[in-house]
C-alpha cells in the first residue's frame, strides 16, 4: 500500500480494506486490465452531493483497481432535442461503449430520481446498430437524499438498469441528509452510511471482475438466435431467386 493511496481514503481502516482477489473471480483467459467504470450523477449545483458522493465512489474504485472515468452532465441537452451527433451526447455514447461497469448517483427530488439523471440514461441507446452498449455490463446505483433516508431513486434506477440489460448488483447506498455526511473539502465523513458506500464499490469491483469475459455467453438469448436463423434463411433463399 502506497502512502499517496492512504491519504487520499483518509477516512477508511486500511488494514480492513482488501484489494480484489482477482484469480477467485477471473479465468485464465479473461481479460485482466483494470474494470473500465464510467460514473453518471444527476445535479448540476455547485456543491452537488451527488457529484461529491461519485468522487467518494471514484476513489474508491480506483483504489480497487478500476479505471474511472466521469461523466459531466453540463450541456448535455435534454434527449430527442438535438441530434446524437451533438458532442456531449457522442462523448456520452462512447463512455457507455467504453466502460464494463457503471455506478449511477442521483438525488431524490420530488420522491424521483432527477431530470438530469434520467437524461443521461435516455441518451444511451439500448442498441446502435449491432452494438448494445450497455447489455452484459454490471451497475451499481446510489442516491443522495435530503431529509430522511429514502429509496425511491434507487429502485427507478434499477428498474431502469434491468432495462438496459445490465448486471445490477445487489447492494446499493442511500445516504440520508447528506449535507451532513460531507465535510468542507467535500469528503464524505466516516459514518454507516460512508461504510455501505465502500461496500457498494468493493461488490461492483468484484462483479465486474466476474462477469465482464463472460457477459457475450450471459446475454445469449434464445429468442434472438431464432431472429438470427430466421434473418440469415431470408437472405439465403432471396440468393436463390
Not at 473500465?36 to 480506483?62: F, V
Not at 434499477?158 to 448488483?169: F, K, S
Request: glycine share 6%; hydrophobic share 40%.
Amino acid at each position: 500500500m502506497t502512502q499517496p493511496v492512504s491519504m487520499e481514503l483518509p477516512n477508511i481502516d486500511l488494514t480492513q480494506l482488501n484489494a480484489i482477489d482477482v484469480e477467485s473471480l477471473a479465468a485464465p483467459d479473461d481479460p485482466r486490465h483494470p474494470p473500465r467504470i464510467l460514473i453518471l450523477y444527476g445535479s448540476l449545483r455547485e456543491r452537488s452531493y451527488s457529484r461529491l458522493l461519485a468522487e467518494e465512489a471514484g476513489r474508491l474504485l480506483r483504489w480497487f483497481g478500476c479505471q474511472v472515468r466521469t461523466f459531466d452532465p453540463r450541456d448535455l441537452p435534454l434527449p430527442d432535442a438535438v441530434s446524437p451527433d451533438h458532442p456531449k451526447v457522442t462523448e456520452l455514447r462512447e463512455l457507455a461503449d467504453w466502460s464494463e461497469g457503471m455506478v449511477w448517483v442521483s438525488p431524490e427530488r420530488h420522491g424521483a430520481m432527477t431530470g438530469i439523471m434520467k437524461a443521461q440514461i435516455d441518451w444511451i441507446p439500448l442498441a446502435l446498430g449491432a452494438r448494445r452498449p450497455t447489455q452484459g455490463k454490471t451497475l451499481a446505483v446510489m442516491q443522495v437524499c435530503g431529509g430522511s433516508q429514502s429509496f425511491n431513486s434507487v429502485n427507478q434506477m434499477r428498474t431502469l438498469g434491468r432495462w438496459m440489460r445490465m448486471v445490477t448488483i445487489p447492494n446499493q447506498s442511500s445516504v440520508a441528509k447528506a449535507h451532513l455526511e460531507f465535510d468542507d473539502a467535500g469528503r464524505m465523513k466516516p459514518s454507516a452510511y460512508y461504510m455501505r458506500v465502500v461496500d457498494v464499490c468493493e461488490e461492483l469491483a468484484k462483479f465486474t471482475w466476474l462477469v465482464r469475459g463472460r457477459s457475450g455467453y450471459l446475454t445469449d438469448r434464445y429468442s434472438e438466435r431464432v431472429e438470427d436463423a430466421e434473418a440469415l434463411s431470408k437472405r439465403v433463399n432471396q440468393r436463390s431467386l
